[in-house]
Nanobody, 126 residues
Framework: QVQLVESGGGLVQAGGSLRLSCAAS????????VGWFRQAPGKERDFVAG????????SYADSVKGRFTISRDNAKNTVNLHMNSLKPEDTAVYYC???????????????????WGQGTQVTVSS
């Protein structure tokens, strides 16, 4: 069982930065891949970034490549999403999620994820 809690969202001006954190409880967290997703009003929830269980592999949506960085600290059971050069179109509720199974890699398919956090709002003003 894994519980996920996101934090770090807020209001920021375009061009600014935020760091989102996903804190997990449960021993299995360190052996499962984690992804960040986001959902803007009236839109579907989309993959943003993912990191493998070991942290050695990462993946990003084209829309955030070069601006966002995902990292994890298994000793602290946390996964962070560093967001730079934010744009108004980055405004959304951001969710972290843990992939089903152990020793897994990231996956852009939401169906692969078993545990989800409650989400944190990110608003980027123009």
């Amino acid at each position: 069982q894994v519980q996920l809690v996101e934090s770090g969202g807020g209001l920021v001006q375009a061009g600014g930065s935020l760091r989102l954190s996903c804190a997990a409880s449960g021993r299995a967290f360190s052996t499962t891949a984690v992804g960040w997703f986001r959902q803007a009003p009236g839109k579907e929830r989309d993959f943003v970034a993912g990191v493998s269980w070991s942290g050695s592999s990462t993946s990003y949506a084209d829309s955030v490549k070069g601006r966002f960085t995902i990292s994890r600290d298994n000793a602290k059971n946390t996964v962070n999403l560093h967001m730079n050069s934010l744009k108004p179109e980055d405004t959304a509720v951001y969710y972290c999620a843990a992939v089903r199974g152990r020793f897994t890699s990231y996956n852009a398919n939401q169906a692969a994820y078993e545990y989800w956090g409650q989400g944190t709002q990110v608003t980027v003003s123009s």
